[in-house]
Antibody, heavy 122, light 105 residues
Framework: QLHLQESGSGLVKPSQTLSLTCSVS??????????WNWIRQPPGKGLEWIGY???????YYNPSLESRVTISLDTSMSQFSLKLSSVTATDTAVYYC??????????????WGQGSLVTVSS | YELTQPPSVSVSPGQTASISCSGD??????ACWYQQKAGQSPVLVIF???KRPSGIPERFSGSNFGNIATLTISGTQVLDEADYYC?????????FGGGTKLTVL
């Protein structure tokens, strides 16, 4: 059974960089059938996709966040990471890491981490 | 690209609940649905418009035609009370609907 676990700082000051890591266990992170995603949810609001990285290191980001986002992959550690720069209070959210299954044109987020609350405040 | 869902839907136990998701030519894309119970992570309940992952009850079904995708829950149970989100891909960007709160009472 695949397991994803987020870790990182729960409190970040405005204008600084948010950093989170997702540790993957129970399966390989180095396979072409999946992408590794970050998705966030502000308190009381809906889901927002941040971006993903493939096993080859290719990245795709939400255009609304692209200028501030970096997602990286460490296959040796079975981890992928998120950095979001120049944060403001509007970046306060629960951040989820999620695996996406890809079969041809079919794509779906089938495994999710438990989520990590990040608060932006001075 | 936007996906629009009704903010809330109410249903009595045992009845059928339908949650809509509208988007321009959504039927030309594959839609997924996620269930999120209070304080928990989202769970995939429908993918590729109408397929159920292993472990998802048969009472969950989906359709996607024209501009509207629909999640249908037949014989709704109290434990189905949750927020439901539709999702589709617009080129290389994943788009989520705003979510629908399903109340079972």
């Amino acid at each position: 059974q695949l397991h994803l676990q987020e870790s990182g700082s729960g409190l970040v000051k405005p204008s600084q960089t948010l950093s989170l890591t997702c540790s993957v266990s129970g399966g390989s992170i180095n396979t072409g059938a999946f992408s590794w995603n970050w998705i966030r949810q502000p308190p009381g609001k809906g889901l927002e996709w941040i971006g993903y990285i493939s096993h080859t290191g290719s990245t795709y980001y939400n255009p609304s966040l692209e200028s501030r986002v970096t997602i990286s992959l460490d296959t040796s550690m079975s981890q992928f990471s998120l950095k979001l720069s120049s944060v403001t209070a509007t970046d306060t959210a629960v951040y989820y890491c999620a695996r996406e299954g890809i079969v041809g044109a079919t794509r779906y987020f089938d495994y999710w981490g438990q989520g990590s609350l990040v608060t932006v405040s001075s | 690209y936007e996906l629009t869902q009704p903010p809330s839907v109410s249903v009595s136990p045992g009845q059928t609940a339908s949650i809509s998701c509208s988007g321009d030519k959504l039927g030309d894309k594959y839609a997924c649905w996620y269930q999120q119970k209070a304080g928990q992570s989202p769970v995939l309940v429908i993918f590729e418009d109408n397929k159920r992952p292993s472990g998802i009850p048969e009472r969950f079904s989906g359709s996607n035609f024209g501009n509207i995708a629909t999640l249908t829950i037949s014989g709704t149970q109290v434990l189905d009370e949750a927020d439901y989100y539709c999702q589709a891909w617009d080129r290389t960007t994943a788009i989520f609907g705003g979510g629908t709160k399903l109340t079972v009472l």
